[in-house]
């Protein structure tokens, strides 16, 4: 008997859970992430190297470690240029500029640091296309001038339309009187 109370219950309670869970993931990120492993000329992860994740636009700045194995991930970033310098005892200094963030993305980067003293730095400058190899989502940003000049007649989309533009068809039925 008191299973029978107990069944409706908890179907739900599933439901309403199943309903919450499918909310919260239909929520869109406003951020995006810079990651990658820090490694040495010979392909050696470096444990330990300080990470400094400058925002050119803000001028804040987000210090961080490298795991053991030299991995680092900076999340919740606003998107912009960043400047990300990469510092390790016994290593020179890493400045990579020009580092892009966009949303919904994780821009990876691979830092090479090379032996040498603490006063020795090597500046990477260059516009690096964001690749997304974790997930297969494709997300992209579109300005508002793209989105105003996509070629859609009155900014309605209809099969009808489509079909009435092509060729040789007609919109009227072929069997009228």
């Not at 869970?21 to 810079?34: D, E, P």
């Not at 470690?65 to 020179?92: C, H, R």
């Not at 949303?103 to 040498?116: E, W």
């Not at 006063?119 to 990477?124: A, E, L, P, S």
Request: glycine share 6%; aromatic share 6%.
């Amino acid at each position: 008997m008191r299973l029978n109370k107990f069944i409706p219950k908890m179907a739900l309670f599933l439901a309403a859970a199943t309903v919450c869970t499918g909310a919260a993931r239909a929520q869109s990120t406003t951020q995006g992430a810079i990651a990658g492993t820090v490694e040495d000329s010979t392909d050696a992860a470096i444990p330990g190297a300080e990470i400094t994740i400058h925002n050119d636009g803000t001028n804040a700045e987000q210090h961080l470690k490298a795991d053991a194995s030299g991995y680092f991930i900076a999340p919740l970033l606003e998107p912009g240029t960043y400047t990300v310098t990469f510092a390790a005892s016994n290593f020179g200094n890493v400045v990579d500029s020009k580092v892009l963030v966009q949303v919904g993305q994780l821009t990876s980067l691979a830092p090479k640091l090379t032996t040498g003293s603490v006063q020795q730095d090597v500046t990477v400058s260059a516009d690096a296309a964001t690749l997304n190899f974790e997930s297969p989502d494709l997300n992209a940003v579109l300005s508002r001038s793209a989105i105003d000049n996509i070629p859609v007649q009155n900014r309605r989309c209809s099969p009808h339309r489509a079909w009435s533009r092509t060729p040789a068809a007609s919109a009227s039925s072929a069997f009228a009187a």
